[in-house]
Every structure is written in C-alpha cells, then in structure tokens.
T-cell receptor, first 110, second 115 residues
Framework: QKEVEQNSGPLSVPEGAIASLNCTYSDRVSQSFFWYRQYSGKSPELIMSIYSNGDKEDGRFTAQLNKASQYVSLLIRDSQPSDSATYLCAVNMDTDKLIFGTGTRLQVFP | EPEVTQTPSHQVTQMGQEVILRCVPISNHLYFYWYRQILGQKVEFLVSFYNNEISEKSEIFDDQFSVERPDGSNFTLKIRSTKLEDSAMYFC?????????????FGSGTRLTVV
C-alpha cells in the first residue's frame, strides 16, 4: 500500500530556532511533493511544492527532496509562535490524487 | 486571492438522511476533488472530477457517494444515506491542471456531524 509517513510529534522548538520536519514515502514513482500547514479546525494551506531533487527555498521555508532515499523535509527558519500548527506532507504518486501523511504537530514557544 | 468556497460550514444530520455538500471551485480551474478528514486522522482522498466525469475514486467513495457539477460553477458531493462513520470534515479542492506542481487550493471545509 502506498504510504506517506511522518512523525506525529509534537515537535517543540523555541522562537527563532530552526524547525525540521521530515517525511518518507513508499512509492518510487512519486512525482510531486507538497507541504501543507493546517491550523486546528481549518483546511490545509499550501506552503511549498517540490518535484526535483535538492533544495527549494521560499522566504523562511526550505523544502528538501531526496528521491533516492524517498525522503522530503521542510525547514522553517526563525520559527515564530504563529508557525505553531500541524504540517502535512502530501505526495502525488501515479495519479493526480494526493496521499497525505498524518502530519507533524509543531509547537513554537516564546 | 481566488478562493474555493464551501457551504455549509457545519451540517448536522440524522443517520440515514441524505446530505449535499456544496463547493464553488476557482473559476479557471479544471480539476475538482473531494477529500475528507475524520477528527484526529489524516486527510483522505475521496474522488477527482474532470471534464464532467469522475477520473478517479477511492475505496471510501462507494455507492452511497456521488458527485455532480450541475451548472458549470458548483461542484457537489452527495451522501445518500449517512452513517455515523461519515462524520468528518469534508474538503473540496480545485486545481488548474493535473499533477500541477502548484498543488491544489482547498476550500475551508464542511464539518459533517451524523447523529
């Protein structure tokens, strides 16, 4: 079965620190990879997408993809309390549906 | 910024009743989706819809579920005879293209409570 795995957390980091969120996926034909942020009771909000090996930076966020290791990560620099949320890793595999992980809950404390 | 609009935000229904969840996708998007999230669990794919037909559906999307784009703007999810286990947040999403690296835009969701 095609799976996306994430540590459920919570991951607790102090304000200003780097938060590192990790995700592994099972299907080697996966094509596109997404990080969504979800606040409690709200819908997923796209933060980053990546589909080539390497790093992709957007402001305080960096997505890293390693297809050989079937691993994708999200770094959040200068973490703020407003970054406290659940971060969902999602993967397009062989169709256009998204397979989501269970999410990692991030807590940024002042 | 364009939005995907979902109504109602919260629906309470009795077991066995039919419900229709409504969505207005972004106007130039061509691919439409329904996902659900049971409380505390992962977001799960239900169905994708393109060119007025279902392009893919999951095992969850059984004969009790149907989708429709009745008028070129709305996109609806109907559950014919609701069960307690259908209680979840239902998210509509739309995308400008298939396997779009920009991802989907999700609506704000409908919380369905079956009692």
């Amino acid at each position: 079965q095609k799976e996306v795995e994430q540590n459920s957390g919570p991951l607790s980091v102090p304000e200003g620190a780097i938060a590192s969120l990790n995700c592994t996926y099972s299907d080697r034909v996966s094509q596109s990879f997404f990080w969504y942020r979800q606040y409690s009771g709200k819908s997923p909000e796209l933060i980053m997408s990546i589909y080539s090996n390497g790093d992709k930076e957007d402001g305080r966020f960096t997505a890293q993809l390693n297809k050989a290791s079937q691993y994708v990560s999200l770094l959040i620099r200068d973490s703020q309390p407003s970054d406290s949320a659940t971060y969902l890793c999602a993967v397009n595999m062989d169709t256009d549906k998204l397979i989501f992980g269970t999410g990692t809950r991030l807590q940024v404390f002042p | 910024e364009p939005e995907v609009t979902q109504t109602p935000s919260h629906q309470v229904t009795q077991m066995g009743q039919e419900v229709i969840l409504r969505c207005v996708p972004i106007s130039n998007h061509l691919y439409f989706y329904w996902y659900r999230q049971i409380l505390g669990q992962k977001v799960e794919f239900l169905v994708s819809f393109y060119n007025n037909e279902i392009s893919e559906k999951s095992e969850i999307f059984d004969d009790q579920f149907s989708v429709e784009r009745p008028d070129g703007s709305n996109f609806t999810l109907k559950i014919r005879s609701t069960k307690l286990e259908d209680s979840a947040m239902y998210f509509c999403a739309s995308s400008v293209g298939r396997l779009n690296p920009a991802g989907y835009t999700f609506g704000s969701g409908t919380r369905l409570t079956v009692v």
